[in-house]
């Protein structure tokens, strides 16, 4: 059973929307600091966004800030990313993320990744 299950992506136009969500099992990742990287075709995988164990703070990147929006629910062990006003250059694979501590940090390995899930935005 995979600990990170990522569902929501799919084909979208430039200027629509997506939600993603993960949905974790097997254990509760409820004190985790969980978030979403990202690995376009030909790139480096980048780091998306982070949102802290009980969702009272978040990280974005520059390039996602003001469009995208990171949510959890514990009760539902689920994290989700509202996508909006997507552009060609968010087309990626997106992968959920679980790090054993409060407040994710960048800068350390994650303990958990997903399998991702294909967002493809056309122009």
């Known amino acids: 059973q995979e600990p990170l299950v990522e569902s929501g992506g799919g084909l979208v136009q430039a200027g629509g929307s997506l939600r993603l969500s993960c949905a974790a099992s097997?254990?509760?990742?409820?004190?985790?600091?969980m978030g979403w990287f990202r690995q376009a075709p030909g790139k480096e995988r980048e780091f998306v966004v982070a949102?802290?164990?009980?969702?009272?703070?978040?990280l974005y990147a520059d390039s996602v800030k003001g469009r995208f929006t990171i949510s959890r629910d514990n009760a539902k062990n689920t994290v989700y990313l509202q996508m909006n006003s997507l552009k060609p250059e968010d087309t990626a694979v997106y992968y959920c993320v679980a790090q054993r501590r409060a407040t994710l940090s960048i800068y350390d390995g994650m303990h958990y990744w997903g399998k991702g899930t294909l967002v493809t935005v056309s122009s």
């Open positions: 949102i802290s164990w009980n969702g009272g703070s978040t």
């Open positions: 097997g254990r509760t990742f409820s004190s985790y600091g």
